[in-house]
T-cell receptor, first 114, second 113 residues
Framework: EDKVVQSPLSLVVHEGDTVTLNCSYEVTNFRSLLWYKQEKKAPTFLFMLTSSGIEKKSGRLSSILDKKELFSILNITATQTGDSAVYLC??????????????FGQGTTLQVKP | ETGVTQTPRHLVMGMTNKKSLKCEQHLGHNAMYWYKQSAKKPLELMFV???????ENNSVPSRFSPECPNSSHLFLHLHTLQPEDSALYLCASSQVLGRGGYTFGSGTRLTVV
């Protein structure tokens, strides 16, 4: 059965700290791994990773994929209170007939205290 | 706004009621999805539509009935729900079926009493 596991499930840090969120997966016919940030309701897209070892970066956020060990990390440096959110990891499989779908992890709830 | 609009934002309904959730996207995407997000659980895929045709139904109870009249609109019709159906229902769309970069709506928070 395809599954995506995120850790930790929750995390509390102080402003300025650096955090690393983890996502491991077991998915047949892997196509890509995606990270989303969910603050109130709508998850918003952060990164899509398809190749191992290539870091994607956007401001203080970065992410990398290891397709051999089947995991990805999301790093946030110099955290701010606005980074408080649920971070979702999802893996896209290459289903038959092009009906691939996203399989989500449980999410990591990050709280950044002032 | 993300380009995917869901209404209503909140809904409280009794177990004998019939209601519908609406999703509309103005992104020109060809695929639309319904997801259920319950507390402490991963998002669960419910239904997938591509060019108005249902391509996947993930063993969802028949009390949930989707409808996709055109590629911009998606509905989820609800009837005789159970309290455990209370959750956040998220609609998403993508340019091509099954390809990444999904755009999500803000969801409908459903409470069944």
């Amino acid at each position: 059965e395809d599954k995506v596991v995120q850790s930790p499930l929750s995390l509390v840090v102080h402003e300025g700290d650096t955090v690393t969120l983890n996502c491991s997966y077991e998915v047949t016919n892997f196509r890509s791994l995606l990270w989303y940030k969910q603050e109130k309701k709508a998850p918003t897209f952060l990164f899509m990773l398809t190749s191992s070892g290539i870091e994607k970066k956007s401001g203080r956020l970065s992410s990398i994929l290891d397709k051999k060990e089947l995991f990805s990390i999301l790093n946030i440096t110099a955290t701010q209170t606005g980074d408080s959110a649920v971070y979702l990891c999802a893996v896209e499989n290459d289903g038959s007939g092009n009906t691939g779908k996203l399989i989500f992890g449980q999410g990591t709830t990050l709280q950044v205290k002032p | 706004e993300t380009g995917v609009t869901q209404t209503p934002r909140h809904l409280v309904m009794g177990m004998t009621n019939k209601k519908s959730l609406k999703c509309e996207q103005h992104l020109g995407h060809n695929a639309m999805y319904w997801y259920k997000q319950s507390a402490k659980k991963p998002l669960e895929l419910m239904f997938v539509y591509s060019l108005e045709e249902r391509v996947e139904n993930n063993s969802v109870p028949s009390r949930f009935s989707p409808e996709c009249p055109n590629s911009s609109h998606l509905f989820l019709h609800l009837h005789t729900l159970q309290p455990e159906d209370s959750a956040l229902y998220l609609c998403a769309s993508s340019q091509v079926l099954g390809r990444g970069g999904y755009t999500f709506g803000s969801g409908t928070r459903l409470t069944v009493v």
